[in-house]
């Protein structure tokens, strides 16, 4: 089911959480918003589920305006943060809830309550597990059973709210390449939201990158990652050098003033030499070099004292022979020019 | 060669551990103290109780003034601990999860009668409904009895009982949060289902605990059902009350053994509560795992 979102604003007291936001989500996809916390991608989540109403604006399911509807009516499965398992049930018990409430005409048997639950259980491979409590369980089965149980009422669309926010770092990683081989499977329309790039750009199909109440930018991992369409995206998505630049015949030099252009450079986009190579190049002098890793971070400071970080490989690093107080060559190899306002 | 059992042995008393000296006063001081002043006298009940045998001791419960007594008192508390604990469950229901102006005034409100004094809040009542009370012209038309009747032991019964149940849910339900009953919601779940398949279950024990709170309180209750009783025999007379007649009238056999009725209510509560806290215990371990 296809989710479209229309001018949505929602204020609370003074504070402007969503304005005017449109958001298109096909059938069948899985979409991140991503954004920093105040960003409104929480709000705009629970407006999706019917938790929150908004100010102004509308939400359709596959084109029929469900505004109107409760939360109940719109069949949408939740998943949150600190999980919101029913703590005094069991597993199973939390899992079979979304079925056990349904009016007596549509609600399964008993028996076909068992299977399903079954074979969900299955599903986030916690069959022996049925009978224990939420307590009893790791954060990273609580989360997946709260998925189970979400996906227990065949949702028309499942929304997540930082779903593995409460996880540590190895599980995180794990349930979320879980969660992306589980959409894969069942291919229910997805919502999930997050303020982890990593997360975003790994597990989604498009990510919708919010920021202070609006969506910046809509797109494909790929094109948020490789064409930030803001100075905000560029920002946000990965670490960033910001240089003032002046472009001439479409070459952009980094100077020390202030241009009205802000150019932005990624750490790994900038080459780093002994010996000045070409006209673009700027003196710097290196600070620091953590060499632990797959990747050698430089920190290094510019001739006019701006601080650039720089990422090269190991092998460039031993090419280099680089020590710590070095005089060093910059050059950008990939840039991207934004009007400072 | 490297000896760990070289190393003389030591116990290793937690720095906060006392000398058993100091440990030893201390708990004897307190079991001194609770012995005269609670065991004792609860002990005297019963002896004075049973002072001229078991016959006198049943001997009492045969009076109708005191049979009465006990009738007005169960009726007294069945209707006052209901009703308390539906207005209990909607207070702290509304101020546990909702955000509305004049919030703290309510949370003030709702211990009103735990700093009244009970006779004030008795009189209170008489000024409301009594002869020459604020109502009390309409009620003598209307034939309506409030003071110095059974509906007014009733209602102050249950003015000086409302903070007891909403209390023990208060913090519960406030620090449970929405997410629970959301995620109900979501799952198709309706206001009712919700109520009952999460809301309550997750704070039955602190309900039960406050309702037995609360019907002790109801039962025992003597300033200010006192005031508005006006002290017929046989008719507005709760236990407690019944208990200070049979004293006043030198009947002290009689008024002991009343009285060791009201103190089993009491030993009883005791024990349901003692067991309420050792079962409600587990959940809050199990919240605790959870945090971590």
């Known amino acids: 089911m296809s989710i479209t979102v229309r001018g949505i604003s929602k204020r609370f007291a003074r504070f402007a959480a969503l304005d005017s936001v449109d958001l298109d989500v096909p059938h069948g996809r899985l979409v991140a918003l991503l954004g920093p916390s105040g960003s409104g991608k929480t709000t705009l989540l629970r407006i999706i589920a019917g938790l929150e109403t908004p100010d102004a604006g509308s939400v359709h399911f596959d084109g029929r305006d469900i505004s109107d509807q409760t939360t109940r009516e719109r069949r949408v499965g939740f998943v949150f943060q600190h999980y919101a398992l029913f703590r005094h049930m069991t597993v199973f018990e939390n899992v079979a809830f979304g079925l056990r409430v349904r009016p007596r005409g549509t609600r399964p048997s008993a028996q076909r309550i068992r299977e399903r639950v079954g074979e969900l259980l299955e599903l986030i491979q916690l069959g022996s597990q049925a009978g224990r409590y939420p307590s009893q369980l790791s954060g990273g089965q609580r989360q997946r059973v709260a998925l189970a149980r979400a996906l227990a009422v065949e949702p028309s669309v499942l929304l997540l709210d930082e779903p593995f926010g409460a996880l540590d770092a190895k599980v995180r990683l794990e349930l979320r390449r879980w969660l992306r081989a589980l959409h894969d499977e069942v291919g229910v329309t997805s919502v999930f939201v997050t303020h982890d790039q990593d997360e975003a750009l790994e597990v989604a199909d498009q990510v919708a990158v919010m920021n202070a109440g609006r969506i910046e930018q809509v797109g494909t991992p790929d094109e948020v990652y490789h064409h930030p369409a803001t100075p905000f995206v560029y920002n946000f998505l990965g670490n960033v050098n910001l240089f003032h630049g002046r472009v001439d015949d479409g070459v952009t030099r980094l100077v020390r003033e202030a241009t009205g252009h802000l150019v932005f450079i990624r750490p790994h986009a900038l080459d780093l030499a002994r010996q000045p190579n070409g006209a673009n190049t700027i003196r710097a002098v290196t600070k620091h070099i953590h060499a632990a890793g797959p990747v050698v971070k430089v920190e290094a400071v510019t001739e006019w004292g701006a601080p650039v970080h720089v990422e090269i490989g190991q092998e460039r690093l031993r090419e280099l022979s680089l020590q710590k107080g070095d005089e060093i060559f910059i050059t950008p190899r990939d840039v991207a020019v934004f009007a400072d306002d | ?269 005791l024990v349901v509560k003692s067991a309420i806290e050792w079962r409600s215990a587990k959940p809050s371990e199990a919240l605790e795992g959870e945090a971590a």
């Not at chain 2, 006198?56 to 601990?81: E, G, H, M």
């Not at chain 2, 009103?112 to 009620?139: I, N």
């Open chain 2, 1 to 269: 060669m490297v000896s760990a059992t070289a190393a003389p042995a030591r116990s290793f008393a937690p720095a906060t551990a006392e000398s058993p000296a100091v440990r030893l006063v201390l708990v004897g001081l307190s079991v001194l103290f609770l012995s005269v002043f609670l065991l004792a006298p609860l002990a005297l009940i019963f002896v004075t109780a049973f002072g001229h045998g078991i016959a006198a001791y049943f001997q009492t419960f045969t009076n109708p003034d005191t049979l009465s007594a006990i009738r007005l008192t169960l009726l007294a508390a069945a209707i006052a601990v209901p009703c308390n604990l539906v207005f209990g469950v909607a207070a702290a229901w509304a101020i546990g999860k909702f955000e509305f102006f004049g919030k703290s005034f309510l949370i003030s409100l709702i211990d009103l009668p735990f700093s009244v004094s009970p006779v004030v809040a008795g009189l209170t009542y008489v000024l409301l409904f009594g002869a020459q009370g604020f109502f009390g012209p309409w009620l003598t038309a209307h034939d309506v009895h409030i003071i110095f009747a059974v509906p007014g032991i009733v209602l102050v019964t249950i003015f000086v009982t409302f903070p007891f149940v909403a209390r023990e849910l208060l913090p519960l339900v406030a620090a449970q949060g929405n997410e629970e009953e959301e995620a109900a919601l979501t799952l198709g779940a309706g206001g009712w289902q919700t109520f009952f398949r999460v809301t309550l279950p997750n704070v039955k024990w602190a309900l039960l605990y406050g309702v037995i709170l609360c019907n002790a309180r109801a039962m025992g209750e003597f300033g200010a059902v006192s005031v508005v009783s006006g002290h017929i025999r046989g008719l507005t007379d709760t236990m407690p009350l019944q208990i200070e007649v049979l004293y006043n009238d030198y009947q002290f056999v009689p008024a002991f053994a009343l009285a060791s009725l009201l103190a089993l209510l009491a030993l009883a509560t």
